[in-house]
């Protein structure tokens, strides 16, 4: 089965073509660039750069990889949780499309699509396994026992781990987004000048809180002079408060679920720090890390179009003849709602 994908969650445009058989057939990233100024996404913003992108993309990335239309057999698109204008586009597109050329179309939960990102490498994880997802709207632990079968061990209660890196990027005059100009500041800083907090780890639990670490990191920048070792070193003990929590409670989450396996997925999950720490804390547990290759990590079509094949096969096995011809978009949704495969 071959399954064309289209993300459009957020501020990345992403298009690519997944077949059961050969993997990964072609892919293709816009990061919309509009938002910088801005310090973060304006929602109505993305939604028209989505318009004029998405179809345009589509067109290239099948003529440029050769692919006929009339080989593919289903159109996946993200349906949420995200920014609603910027979903509809994409569900919109991918409905119509999947109308036009007479195949199935199915909405994806893009929380789901990040878990199963690791799947795209040659080498991928077993079920069941423990996933962090860190992204820039969520954080949380989960539970995986199958595709759909997810149950959520923690969550932020208050910022996600991307968020904060973000907003920390901002109050230290970095650009949007902010991950990975922290992590490049955080090289020339000095990790024993300051010691911010591990939150919520003092306490039994799995849920996360980094709204507290983006304050205190405020708060050290005005009791400092703002030179840029300062900031430096203020990036450096924010990410390592950012890795060490994380760490803390994968550990913990490994303990209660047991499993073999820690698959780390969504943006933050780019972040070198975090996959060093990871890598070693699982090696002494005698536990295997995935990840998803750094591209992979971050929004894109390629998680879209594999999570959507799954479904769609699944569907296909089944001998059920669902036509559902909604356009699904949902700003808020579980993953817990979502239908085991
Ligand atoms: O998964 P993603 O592309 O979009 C959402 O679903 O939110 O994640 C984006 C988030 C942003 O907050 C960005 O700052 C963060 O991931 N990010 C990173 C890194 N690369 C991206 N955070 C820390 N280190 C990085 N290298
Ligand atoms: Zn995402």
């Given at each position: 089965?071959r399954?064309?994908g289209?993300?459009?969650?957020?501020?990345e445009?992403g298009?690519?073509?997944y077949d059961?058989?050969?993997g990964?057939?072609?892919h293709?990233?816009?990061?919309?660039?509009i938002h910088?100024?801005y310090?973060?996404?304006?929602?109505?913003?993305?939604?028209?750069?989505?318009?004029?992108?998405c179809?345009?993309?589509v067109?290239?990335?099948l003529?440029?990889?050769?692919?006929?239309?009339?080989?593919?057999?289903g159109?996946?698109?993200?349906?949420?949780?995200?920014?609603?204008?910027?979903?509809l586009v994409?569900?919109?597109?991918g409905?119509?499309?999947a109308?036009?050329?007479q195949?199935?179309?199915?909405?994806?939960?893009?929380m789901?699509?990040?878990?199963?990102?690791?799947m795209?490498?040659?080498?991928t994880?077993q079920?069941p396994f423990?996933a962090l997802?860190?992204?820039?709207?969520?954080?949380m632990?989960?539970d995986v026992k199958?595709?759909?079968?997810?149950?959520i061990?923690?969550?932020s209660?208050?910022?996600?781990?991307?968020?904060a890196f973000?907003?920390t990027a901002?109050l230290?005059?970095?650009?949007y987004?902010?991950g990975?100009?922290v992590?490049?500041?955080a090289?020339?800083?000095?990790?024993?000048?300051?010691h911010?907090?591990?939150?919520?780890?003092n306490r039994?639990?799995?849920?996360?809180s980094?709204?507290?670490?983006k304050t205190?990191?405020?708060?050290?920048?005005k009791?400092?002079?703002d030179?840029v070792q300062?900031?430096?070193d203020?990036a450096?003990?924010?990410?390592?408060a950012v890795?060490?929590?994380?760490?803390?409670?994968?550990?913990?989450?490994l303990e209660?679920t047991q499993?073999?396996t820690?698959?780390?997925?969504?943006?933050?999950?780019?972040?070198?720090?975090?996959?060093?720490?990871?890598?070693?804390?699982?090696?002494?547990?005698?536990?295997?890390v995935?990840?998803?290759?750094?591209?992979?990590?971050?929004?894109?079509g390629?998680?879209i179009?594999l999570?959507?094949?799954?479904?769609?096969?699944?569907?296909q096995?089944?001998?059920?003849q669902?036509?559902?011809?909604a356009?699904?978009a949902?700003s808020?949704?579980?993953?817990?709602e979502?239908?085991?495969?």
């Amino acid at each position: 089965m071959r399954v064309l994908g289209i993300e459009t969650s957020c501020d990345e445009t992403g298009i690519a073509v997944y077949d059961s058989e050969q993997g990964l057939l072609a892919h293709a990233i816009y990061t919309q660039e509009i938002h910088a100024d801005y310090g973060g996404v304006v929602p109505e913003l993305a939604s028209r750069d989505h318009i004029k992108k998405c179809i345009p993309m589509v067109d290239k990335l099948l003529a440029n990889n050769n692919i006929n239309q009339q080989t593919i057999d289903g159109v996946a698109y993200t349906a949420g949780p995200g920014l609603i204008g910027a979903l509809l586009v994409g569900a919109t597109i991918g409905r119509s499309l999947a109308w036009g050329w007479q195949i199935p179309a199915v909405a994806i939960h893009h929380m789901e699509g990040h878990l199963l990102a690791p799947m795209l490498e040659d080498t991928t994880p077993q079920f069941p396994f423990t996933a962090l997802l860190v992204s820039g709207g969520h954080t949380m632990l989960v539970d995986v026992k199958g595709v759909g079968n997810y149950h959520i061990l923690g969550e932020s209660i208050d910022d996600a781990a991307g968020e904060a890196f973000d907003k920390t990027a901002k109050l230290l005059g970095l650009g949007y987004p902010g991950g990975p100009a922290v992590a490049e500041l955080a090289l020339k800083g000095d990790s024993d000048r300051f010691h911010f907090p591990r939150p919520m780890t003092n306490r039994p639990g799995l849920d996360f809180s980094f709204s507290g670490l983006k304050t205190f990191a405020m708060n050290t920048l005005k009791n400092e002079n703002d030179d840029v070792q300062t900031k430096a070193d203020i990036a450096c003990a924010f990410e390592d408060a950012v890795v060490d929590t994380l760490a803390i409670k994968c550990k913990r989450a490994l303990e209660q679920t047991q499993h073999e396996t820690l698959i780390i997925a969504g943006g933050v999950g780019a972040n070198k720090k975090l996959r060093q720490h990871l890598m070693q804390l699982t090696n002494k547990l005698n536990k295997s890390v995935f990840y998803p290759k750094l591209e992979f990590c971050t929004d894109n079509g390629a998680m879209i179009a594999l999570a959507g094949c799954i479904r769609l096969q699944a569907l296909q096995n089944s001998g059920v003849q669902k036509k559902n011809l909604a356009i699904e978009a949902y700003s808020r949704w579980s993953l817990e709602e979502l239908s085991p495969v």
